[in-house]
């Protein structure tokens, strides 16, 4: 086998977390084949990681934590692959995200980012950028599940959710993946800030199917919008732009199904998938 490549870990934080990750493996005289074994991850991806040519995810960062018995010192690195990674406009929708009180979204097409599996955040990020290395793509789930931190503090934000019944249909990632993703958001709805609700089939055109809404509320702030595309995002701060956005999203919650009704369809579309 060829000797490993040697890294530079002054160059990123993603190459001093390889780096990292190396040296810890080495102490416990472990190759990378063993700690892939440990972690139920591929000797390959544990290579990419140590050289750099790829960033960890979350979840390989916290099981290498656990395996190599580390105290935590991996994830507690991963937020600043994370920010390193991030374009300006997502490093700010973070801090504004951390800063709100009440998030409102809805979603015609996909699942919200912040309730996205891992699994279905990367078959998304792959058809969505067909040209990006699997780096680049991996680089993008790591900031999605990034993301998703805000959920997990202890006063977290309201989160409201509306969303097409198409999202719960569309096979994004093949049936496993919207089976677990469907899961996944159902959880969700049992956690008492967050609101899921589900606009069906049966209320044909609407006015939200010309495009996703996400209006930020704070506490002694104004309202504050966020659109994005395929290519670019832009934060919204004109109060007549937001204003016309926030009362968009009122007026598809009109047709939403109730919060009991929306859990059982999403139950239902779940179980489809097997």
Known sequence: MPAPKELDPSTSVTAYWGSELRRLREAMGWSQQ???KRTSYSTSLVGLIETAARAPTR????????????GGALIKLW????????PAWVRSLFELEWEAQMLRNYQFAVVPGLLQTEDYA??????????????????????RMQRQRLLERPDPPILFVLLDEAVLARPIGGHLV????????????????????VIPFEVGAYAGLAGPILVLSFKGAPNIAYMENAEDAQLLTD????????????????????????????????????
């Open 34 to 36: 063993e700690l892939a």
């Open 239 to 274: 109060p007549s732009r937001v204003d016309s956005l926030s009362a968009q999203f009122d007026a598809l919650h009109s047709s939403a199904l109730p919060q009991a009704a929306s859990v059982a369809l999403i139950e239902k579309r779940m179980n489809a998938w097997t």
């Open 122 to 143: 990367r078959a998304l990020t792959r058809a969505g950028r067909p040209f990006d290395t699997d780096k680049q793509v991996e680089e993008m789930v790591t900031v």
């Open 178 to 197: 919207m089976r677990e993703q469907l899961e996944h958001l159902l959880r969700a709805t049992t956690r008492p800030r967050i609101t899921v609700q």
């Open 79 to 86: 937020p600043l692959i994370v920010r390193e990674s991030s």
């Open 59 to 70: 979840k390989f960062a916290q099981r290498c934590d656990e395996v190599l018995e580390t």
